[in-house]
């Protein structure tokens, strides 16, 4: 049966709020006062050190026991500060990280479902987004403090924006198309400073575009997102005396 354009949406609306209750539900009724992992006692941490007006570091108190302490990437961190997890100590994952990150995978499912429409159409869109909102892993990482929940919404975002780039890149749009390999760009920046591993996305996307012919596309995007990670970065050559990208 073919979906028009309307019903698609709001299937997918009903699919993205499924996909929020799924998630909820799981943190609130099943993942509830488990011990947490090294990782989220780190970034749960530096959260609370950036609350504190510490600074990006971990306080002397931070305990560690045997197990090194890594250099994170500083948004999520940020992020779990401005959700307000910074003012206590926790020894379970916070409600508010479940309730925001619930919210954020079922963005999620609405962005993968966005871009299966405008690759594959209407039906394609509709079956993205059920599989998005019911699939485990998907559903259970945003009860743990750990980026992935958010890493993953934001690059979507920023895959998204450069789609919408491309259709705009011709004739009287080409100046919208600019502005959207831009925004892509910022999305895209965001993203590496949540993950560093989404450095590997600005390469391959380079390549796609050039390919297509579309480098100037390609240079506000690259030119952007370096602009985004670019204070990090001195950031760390003072901290470190050395070049550190993220």
Not at 41 to 55: F, K
Not at 108 to 133: C, P, T
Not at 194 to 203: G, H, I, N, S, T
Request: glycine letters at 8%; charged letters at 15%.
């Amino acid at each position: 049966m073919l979906l028009g354009p309307a019903r698609a949406r709001r299937l997918v609306g009903v699919l993205a709020l499924l996909g929020f209750v799924l998630r909820l539900s799981f943190g609130l009724f099943y993942w509830v006062g488990k011990p947490l992992t090294h990782d989220e006692r780190e970034y749960l941490a530096l959260s609370q050190s950036i609350t504190a007006g510490h600074g990006f570091g971990y306080d002397p108190g931070h305990e560690t026991g045997t197990t090194q302490q890594f250099g994170r990437a500083p948004f999520y961190p940020v992020f779990l500060a401005a959700i307000g997890t910074g003012a206590h100590a926790y020894s379970a994952t916070p409600t508010r990280v479940k309730v925001a990150q619930s919210l954020i995978g079922a963005m999620g499912v609405w962005l993968i479902a966005a871009i299966a429409m405008r690759l594959a159409g209407d039906s394609a869109a509709v079956a993205a987004a059920l599989i998005a909102a019911v699939y485990p892993p998907l559903v259970w990482i945003c009860s743990y403090v750990l980026s992935e929940s958010l890493y993953s919404t934001v690059a979507l975002g920023a895959v998204l924006t450069l789609d919408r780039a491309l259709d705009r890149a011709d004739g009287d749009r080409a100046s919208a198309g600019r502005t959207w390999a831009v925004s892509s760009g910022l999305v895209t920046g965001i993203a590496i400073l949540v993950r560093p591993a989404m450095l590997f996305f600005l390469p391959l996307a380079s390549v796609w575009l050039a390919r297509r012919r579309r480098g100037v596309l390609a240079a506000l995007l690259v030119t952007a997102a370096l602009a985004v990670v670019a204070p990090w970065t001195a950031r760390n050559v003072r901290l470190f005396h050395r070049p550190v990208l993220v």
